[in-house]
């Protein structure tokens, strides 16, 4: 009973695992359909081009004759004339191929036209059981095939003598010179064809970057390719644009929010309470490998998510390169730590608390902006200004969050990582590779701080 178990649920898993690579693959078409239509025009462009520039007409010129054989005698019946005629009519298809393939023939005709060589293609054929023989010439040219055609009428008789006997052949029908080719110039076949080459081949592709791709895809995934843990998995949600009468942003206290994004975001703030609690962590640092993962939201939700249970929270802005959390926390643009690190402002002007972001007294929050964006960010982030800042935000609350530019693109996240007692890793789904996780990863290392764990975004 336990073997029959096991074996059902590798089977079920297998099946998941067939369902989840076909998610996969039909989610990279998505990225990719671009791709497979420039491919889809490409090839149905060569594909006619090929066929316009390969072209050339064939031009077929014919005749039919009814086979007389030898002379007729008078105590013959006309039954036996037709045998006699219709076996000749055979005999000429059967032996025309080794007439035509001597060069007699073709010799004949071609000093009859006073030409080297015939350009031409002869054939013959018979209706079966009937003494109606047809003689064809395809060539480029038109006129050149019936010219052809009739120069093989003319020699044709004598040098079938030879082997068959003498016959008569009685002309039924001819084409005269051919009015169209045989092949007109059609280029809708080739360009569908080409074009569905290109498609098929943009399909092919998009199938091995599926199986190709080292990202994150799911749960299972953190332990092989970004070894981790994963402390919690995070929905999309689509977003509308905010408009100055509609502030449509992505926090838990938005009533608009999906319940089960912040169902999600209080699983991993579990998670990563209770981790802080055993490591004795109070300054956290959220990053990911790569920018547009996610993390800013993550980072200001985890905050939220904390003053929300009760904890006095923190949340400082460090990403000064792009600093985006005013944003999410539906605030206007303004000064922030960029000022304070310079000596442009003070901490306690632009240290933004609960009250002042129009939160219940209870909410015990407190934001640090990150004020004008700069690429000057690691050397302002190191210095001892931001140290000092820290450590004044630290004493009133139970824990910080700190938002970091990516780890796995810049030095920022290393710096910051020398403040901080554990670290959680944004990651999300089927976005940066196993590579560049594990970049960000080494960039954090050489601190010695602990890693929390990972979030998966966007599943």
């Avoid at 632009?350 to 990150?370: I, N, Q, S």
Wanted: negative net charge; contains cysteine.
């Amino acid at each position: 009973m336990n073997t029959q178990n096991e074996e059902y649920r590798q089977a079920e898993e297998g099946m998941i695992d067939i369902v989840g690579l076909l998610i996969d693959y039909f989610r990279t078409l998505r990225r990719m359909w671009v791709w497979v239509l420039i491919l889809a025009v490409v090839g149905g462009a060569v594909s006619y081009i090929r066929s316009y520039m390969a072209w050339s007409p064939q031009y077929t010129a014919s005749a039919t004759f009814t086979i007389t054989a030898g002379q007729s005698s008078g105590d013959e019946t006309s039954g036996s004339y037709a045998f006699y005629d219709n076996s000749t009519t055979e005999q000429m298809v059967t032996t025309f191929p080794y007439i035509l393939t001597s060069g007699v023939l073709s010799k004949r005709a071609a000093e009859a036209m006073g030409r080297d060589s015939v350009s031409g293609r002869i054939s013959a054929s018979a209706e079966e059981n009937t003494n109606l023989f047809t003689l064809s010439v395809t060539d480029m040219d038109a006129g050149t095939a019936y010219e052809t055609l009739q120069a093989v009428i003319q020699c044709y008789p004598d040098v079938a003598e030879v082997i068959i006997g003498r016959t008569t052949m009685q002309l039924l029908d001819e084409t005269g010179i051919p009015a169209y080719p045989d092949n007109p110039r059609d280029g809708t076949g080739p360009l569908v064809k080409g074009a569905a080459a290109g498609a098929a081949l943009g399909l092919l592709w998009a199938g091995l970057v599926t199986v190709s791709r080292t990202t994150v895809r799911k749960k299972e995934d953190f332990q092989t390719r970004a070894h981790m843990k994963c402390i919690g998995e995070v929905p999309q949600i689509a977003v509308k644009k905010r408009s100055k009468e509609n502030k449509n942003v992505l926090n838990i206290l938005n009533e608009k929010t999906d319940p089960g994004f912040e169902e999600a975001i209080q699983l991993v703030r579990g998670k990563v309470e209770y981790s802080a609690w055993r490591h004795h962590s109070k300054i956290i640092l959220v990053t990911s490998a790569l920018a547009g993962e996610g993390k800013s939201t993550l980072a200001v939700n985890l905050a939220l998510a904390f003053s929300k249970r009760g904890k006095r929270a923190a949340l400082i802005d460090c990403d000064l390169r792009h600093p985006s959390d005013r944003g999410i926390l539906g605030l206007e643009e303004g000064i922030g730590l960029y000022e304070v690190l310079n000596k442009e402002a003070k901490l306690m002007d632009v240290l933004l608390t609960g009250k002042d972001l129009e939160m219940d007294e209870e909410f015990k929050f407190c934001f640090l902006p990150g004020g004008k964006a700069t690429e000057d960010g690691s050397r302002l982030l190191g210095s001892e200004p931001m140290q000092r800042v820290i450590e004044a935000v630290s004493e009133k609350v139970d824990y910080v969050i700190l938002d970091s530019a990516p780890a796995g693109l810049l030095t920022d996240a290393g710096v910051l990582a020398q403040y901080a007692d554990s670290v959680v890793f944004v990651i999300k789904r089927d976005f940066a590779s196993a590579a560049h996780i594990m970049e960000g990863l080494e960039e954090l290392s050489e601190s010695h701080v602990h890693v929390i764990g990972g979030i998966l975004n966007g599943v």
